[in-house]
């Protein structure tokens, strides 16, 4: 069966080998929720696995595992609550809900048609006569509504403590900014980071994997002295980009920036470093775990497009089908966070800047005479005392007469200035608290799973036949080495795989052995699975004069060696981590044809 586009290949392929398929089947599924089967969660955990090495192990940064459903005041003071919405526009005749701003893409050049206001998405909807994509009925007249995408629970019986799935795994960690700062030792730059699941109630899911309502997440949230720290440009300056800029996406005749990562902030195509050296390691890290960097490109936010809490916001973005996908986004968030988190609860979201020398600085002082304002005042005294302490900060000049006038609860009440007792003392102080600034790289593993199978989907010719197979990058591909007893009914042969199967997997391989069929279908279904090495134990290897040989076999050329069993491990090893080609082990050994079981 061929199907047509790289989605539909996908999703067959992705279904008859296990990758992933829609969940709760059973009871006729839910939209926007997939199970993925053995070599999906295997290639997804690998995907994972590469990521906190390069992102949280080689940058030097603290992992948590913050609980995936929060109360509803983190969210309150996240303005997620208030702003984190879809537009939605319902079917008058089938009652179904879908996305204005996509249905608009859908029907006309617009791109990003979120950015507009609800209004003119409405008037477009009109304009150009859209219809329900599930009953064609027309749409023109439909109020467009904004929907909110958080899933909604209680937490415990009854409903007064309201609690929300977290929409993005970021709230679990600037909630707990004030204890992970302690183990950086209260001092900037640090990050941290969280693999977890995420839930957003899509309006419509679509693309399988690409929009669920259950996903994981991998986020990095670095926490920055915006006036002090840099990061390390020079590791990632020479690294070459493709950048979409607002500016570029904008013009009549915009195109990309073809460009290094140095002078793309030199030039301030790029407007913060930070951003920059996310990009460029991100750039690095989708090349290795094989993502097609001829099919991917880095796209800036236009203005309207950005989070309520992003002053600039940079997407990563592959291209399959000929769509492009946002599989990341590095938003520069400045202090919106912590801020907000700050004004809302009891907590400490500052960290103690020391200055570079101590400073002298003059502080204002009152220390009001209570024995005077307590008659004066009676239960408003406590208040007036507050307020006179809250004047001193603001405004000192305020207490030069003879009189100083405070307002509390909308009365204004006069204090004598000896009753206020007020003073200017001078202090030398070593520091200040700040607000960090937090530079998020957010990254979407379903999506950038997709990717990787639709990037490396590939179909030639062996032999006589046409053969599927996916080129996966050994970082990542659900299994390691497929071992073979080249014929099934031997007992030497298979006693011999089994062995080099338990040696492989005691080795730190993922192995899977099949003895089953003919040798050409093992390969075959090895290959579709993207195994990228097969060891296949035949008579030939076992029986010669020296010692005994078996072959190993590249999946993208089917080209085979043979290797003594001894050597077996250590070379699979090196191919396997990218410190030798298979072109060395060819040069180094007999290159073979297909042992064969006819
Ligand atoms: N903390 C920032 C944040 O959540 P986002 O752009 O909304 O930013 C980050 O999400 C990434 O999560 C996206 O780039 C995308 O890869 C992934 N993502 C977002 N919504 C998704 C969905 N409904 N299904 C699958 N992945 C999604």
């Known amino acids: 069966m061929s199907a047509e586009t790289e989605g539909e290949r996908l999703a067959e392929l992705a279904k008859r080998r296990g990758y992933f398929f829609g969940a709760s089947g059973a009871y006729g599924g839910a939209a926007g929720f997939y199970t993925f089967g053995p070599q999906g969660a295997s290639l997804k955990s690998n995907v994972e696995d590469a990521w906190r090495d390069r992102f949280t192990v080689q940058e030097g940064n603290f992992e948590v595992e913050a609980p995936t459903i929060m109360p509803e005041p983190v969210f309150e003071a996240s303005g997620h609550l208030d702003g984190f919405?879809?537009?939605?526009?319902?079917?008058?005749?089938?009652?179904?809900?879908?996305?204005?701003?996509?249905?608009?893409?859908?029907?006309?050049?617009?791109?990003?048609?979120?950015?507009?206001?609800?209004?003119?998405?409405?008037?477009?909807?009109?304009?150009h006569d859209l219809q329900c994509p599930t009953c064609g009925a027309h749409l023109a007249g439909e109020s467009v509504d904004s929907f909110n995408l958080m899933f909604e629970t209680n937490i415990g019986p009854g409903s007064s403590t309201p609690g929300y799935l977290r929409p993005e795994t970021a709230q679990g960690i600037f909630v707990e900014f004030p204890r992970i700062k302690e183990y950086a030792r209260n001092s900037l730059p640090f990050g941290a980071t969280q693999i977890g699941r995420a839930y957003r109630?899509?309006?419509?899911?679509?693309?399988?994997?690409?929009?669920?309502?259950?996903?994981?997440?991998?986020?990095?949230?670095?926490?920055?002295?915006?006036?002090?720290?840099?990061?390390?440009?020079?590791?990632?300056?020479?690294?070459?980009?493709t950048l979409y800029p607002a500016a570029e996406q904008e013009a009549d005749d915009g195109d990309y920036v073809e460009t290094t990562i140095g002078a793309a902030v030199e030039e301030g195509i790029v407007g913060d470093a930070w951003i920059g050296y996310f990009l460029g390691i991100a750039q690095e890290w989708y090349g290795r775990i094989g993502v097609d960097m001829d099919r991917f490109r880095f796209r800036q936010h236009l203005a309207g497009e950005r989070a309520h809490y992003a002053a600039d916001c940079w997407d990563a973005e592959s291209e399959v089908d000929g769509d492009w996908i946002e599989i990341a986004g590095f938003a520069y968030r400045g202090d919106y966070d912590l801020s907000k988190h700050s004004e809302y609860s009891d907590d400490e979201f500052t960290i103690f800047r020391q200055f570079d020398e101590p400073k002298t600085v003059e502080t204002a002082v009152v220390e009001p005479d209570m024995s005077v304002l307590g008659p004066e005042f009676g239960e408003a005294a406590g208040e007036v005392k507050s307020a006179l302490e809250a004047l001193a900060e603001r405004d000192p000049d305020a207490f030069e007469d003879e009189t100083v006038t405070v307002e509390v609860d909308g009365e204004t009440h006069g204090v004598d200035i000896?009753?206020?007792?007020?003073?200017?003392?001078?202090?030398?102080?070593?520091?200040?608290?700040?607000?960090?600034?937090?530079?998020?790289?957010?990254?979407?593993?379903?999506?950038?799973?997709?990717?990787?199978?639709?990037?490396?989907?590939?179909?030639?010719?062996?032999?006589?036949?046409?053969?599927?197979?996916?080129?996966?990058?050994?970082?990542?591909?659900?299994?390691?080495?497929?071992?073979?007893?080249?014929?099934?009914?031997?007992?030497?042969?298979?006693?011999?795989?089994?062995?080099?199967?338990?040696?492989?997997?005691?080795?730190?391989?993922?192995?899977?052995?099949?003895?089953?069929?003919?040798?050409?279908?093992?390969?075959?279904?090895?290959?579709?699975?993207?195994?990228?090495?097969?060891?296949?134990?035949?008579r030939d290897g076992l029986e010669s004069d020296g010692p005994d040989t078996v072959t190993i076999r590249e999946r993208d050329t089917a080209r085979q060696v043979r290797v003594p069993v001894d050597d077996l491990v250590a070379e699979l090893r090196a191919v396997e981590r990218g410190d030798q080609p298979f072109d060395d082990l060819a040069d180094r050994y007999e290159l073979v044809e297909s042992p064969t079981d006819a």
């Open 201 to 241: 109630n899509e309006i419509s899911p679509r693309k399988s994997i690409v929009r669920t309502r259950e996903f994981t997440q991998a986020e990095l949230e670095q926490f920055v002295d915006p006036e002090r720290d840099e990061p390390a440009l020079e590791s990632v300056a020479d690294v070459t980009v």
């Open 85 to 127: 919405d879809d537009m939605l526009v319902e079917c008058p005749e089938c009652g179904e809900s879908h996305r204005a701003d996509h249905l608009i893409e859908d029907a006309t050049d617009i791109e990003e048609a979120e950015t507009l206001p609800i209004p003119k998405v409405e008037s477009l909807i009109a304009d």
């Open 418 to 538: 000896d009753v206020a007792n007020f003073r200017v003392e001078t202090q030398t102080v070593s520091g200040e608290h700040i607000t960090p600034h937090v530079i998020e790289p957010s990254f979407g593993v379903d999506r950038t799973v997709y990717t990787l199978l639709a990037h490396a989907y590939e179909e030639d010719e062996v032999g006589d036949e046409t053969r599927t197979y996916l080129s996966l990058s050994p970082d990542v591909a659900p299994t390691d080495v497929g071992v073979f007893p080249l014929v099934s009914n031997v007992e030497d042969l298979v006693d011999r795989a089994e062995d080099i199967v338990a040696d492989l997997r005691e080795s730190g391989f993922s192995v899977v052995y099949d003895d089953s069929g003919s040798i050409g279908r093992r390969y075959r279904r090895q290959d579709e699975v993207g195994t990228p090495l097969c060891v296949t134990v035949d």
